[in-house]
């Protein structure tokens, strides 16, 4: 039977053809496919395709609602300037795509990578990210409102020119990241690794740190311990 393609039949695993219209046909249409039927209502005419790519995708300026996406693999690729709303991620896998100009609205993120990934001028509202990869991540003048970070490794990551509101870090490692012009005021980092971040007096003040952080920051002073 012919059909269109769906959002959640885009994403996920087929063994059988699937119909995409053919106007505007996009790589992602076959994504994980084992055979699409690319048909035109006005001929028609069809034609079958064989495809089993999941790099280098190209997808953007499209909304996702209320969806719930499980081990999906899209690596490498350009997913920009796309808005997620009140969807699940579960062991997915995003490892160097670049997410820049994304919105993502009460979304939840568990067990999931993001290795390399760029999510600079994004808006991250109402998110939670809990257990997952996010090494080496460019966060850079992202807006960054009621966002948990729990159980996470965020090493080497860049956050530069960001506003955070509410953003709580809990039992994550930062070590290593960078911080540029990024107020952490009221931020608590106690109970997270910090070791060796790259950060300013300016804005770490009024930060939460433990007794054992202080001594690891205290270097930022100029000064050392005997």
């Known amino acids: 039977k012919k059909r269109k393609l ?5 994403f996920g695993k087929h063994d059988k053809a699937v119909c995409v219209p053919v106007q505007n046909p996009h790589i992602a249409y076959f994504y994980k496919a084992y055979g699409a039927v690319n048909y035109d209502a006005v001929s028609g005419k ?3 395709t ?9 997808l953007t300026n499209i909304t996702i609602k209320m969806a719930k996406l499980n081990n999906v693999e899209i690596l490498n690729s350009n997913l920009e300037n796309n808005t997620f709303m009140d969807t699940e991620f579960d062991n997915c896998n995003f490892s160097n795509t670049s997410f820049n100009s994304s919105s993502f609205i009460r979304c939840k993120f568990r067990n999931c990578k993001f290795t390399g990934c760029n999510f600079s001028e994004s808006g991250i509202c109402n998110t939670q990210f809990e ?6 991540i460019n966060w850079s003048m992202s807006n960054i409102k009621n966002v948990l970070f729990k159980k996470s490794i965020m090493r080497s990551d860049i956050f530069q020119e960001n506003k955070f509101k509410k953003v709580e ?8 990241a960078q911080f540029f012009n990024t107020s952490l005021k009221n931020i608590d980092l106690s109970n997270s690794i910090i070791e060796g971040i790259a950060i300013s007096v300016d804005d770490i003040k009024g930060a939460i740190i433990s007794e054992m952080q202080a001594i690891d920051l ?5 000064v050392k311990i005997k």
Do not use: P
């Not at 064989?50 to 190209?58: H, S």
């Open 218 to 222: 205290i270097s930022l002073l100029g």
């Open 50 to 58: 064989y495809f089993n790519k999941k790099e280098e995708i190209e």
């Open 131 to 136: 257990e997952c990869n996010l090494v080496y």
């Open 169 to 176: 870090f809990k039992e994550s490692d930062l070590t290593q």
């Open 6 to 10: 769906t959002l959640n039949g885009l």
């Open 46 to 48: 069809g034609f079958e």
